[in-house]
């Protein structure tokens, strides 16, 4: 299955009555209640509300980053609660260039949901209806079994790479964020030592994804021989890093791993050593 969906591709979906769940991600890392918001004002007709914080999230310590993933058997019993079995086509969608739809295209794909799209371009492609009724989650028939994440990394792996540079660390976060400027979310600024940056908007025209030929350019450009599988990819909380997995999926380059952590956990430890 292709990790996007067009509009047009979902719409037809849709009328054919075929098993789907649309889930709204919208998000704001600044006002974490707005995506909610625009969801009860506007959403596709159907669709359900996914949040960020409650759905996507476990429980921040402080030393475990902004968004540490939910244990497996937590996310196990959300997909149950929000109706996402096995035989249910999932697709998602937000209106910031899919970055929060690509956090859950990870999660679902990492734990063995196979049947998982993110709607390409967003709300803003949509050219359906509009409804404002919210739905409320059909839980699923039977429990979702928990599955470990495949391809996730921790921190102690990462830390082990300073010194076996065994894998290339893709930092997904804007270039002044990575330099250490401009640093507003963490309480620490800079990079993971060796860390390379290409910003998640690089794999954009617009709000859509770029071309499958030219995200194959671009990531080939950005990696040169390294193979994906020697790629693993953090941002700030593990959420734009899935939107750089999500491209090189798209681009055909698949087996990179995500350090979900990223530099919310990195910098919470002050051992852990800081580039700017």
């Known amino acids: 299955m292709t990790p996007l969906i067009t509009a047009n591709q979902l719409e037809e979906i849709i009328n054919s009555g075929e098993n789907v769940l649309i889930c709204d991600c919208r998000f704001d890392l600044v006002d974490p209640q707005a995506g909610k918001k625009s969801y009860l004002e506007g959403h596709i007709p159907g669709a359900i509300y996914v949040d960020l914080d409650h759905d996507l999230s476990g429980d921040a310590t402080g030393q475990n980053g902004r968004h540490p993933l939910p244990s497996p058997e937590a996310w196990a019993l959300t997909k149950t609660r929000l109706g996402m079995d096995s035989q249910t086509l999932v697709v998602a969608y937000d209106n910031q260039g899919s970055v929060y739809a690509s956090r859950l295209w990870w999660m679902l794909k990492a734990t063995g949901h196979a049947k998982v799209q993110v709607l390409d371009g967003g709300l803003d492609a949509w050219n359906g209806p509009i409804g404002n009724l919210p739905r409320q989650a059909s839980p699923a028939n039977t429990p979702v079994p928990a599955m470990p994440y495949f391809g996730l990394v921790l921190v102690d792996e990462v830390l082990a790479n300073l010194e076996s540079k065994k894998y290339i660390v893709v930092d997904a976060r804007a270039s002044d964020r990575f330099q250490g400027q401009n640093e507003t979310l963490d309480p620490v600024g800079g990079h993971i030592p060796g860390a390379i940056n290409y910003c998640f908007r690089e794999n954009l025209s617009r709000k859509s994804f770029k071309a499958r030929e030219q995200l194959y350019q671009d990531f080939v450009a950005l990696l040169g021989s390294v193979k994906a599988s020697e790629v693993i ?44």
Do not use: F, I, K
């Open 233 to 276: 990819h953090q941002c700030g909380s593990g959420v734009t890093a899935c939107h750089n997995m999500l491209a090189m999926e798209v681009a055909g380059l698949t087996g990179s791993r995500l350090y979900a952590g990223s530099w919310s956990e990195w910098c919470a430890d002050p051992s852990r050593p800081v580039a700017l």
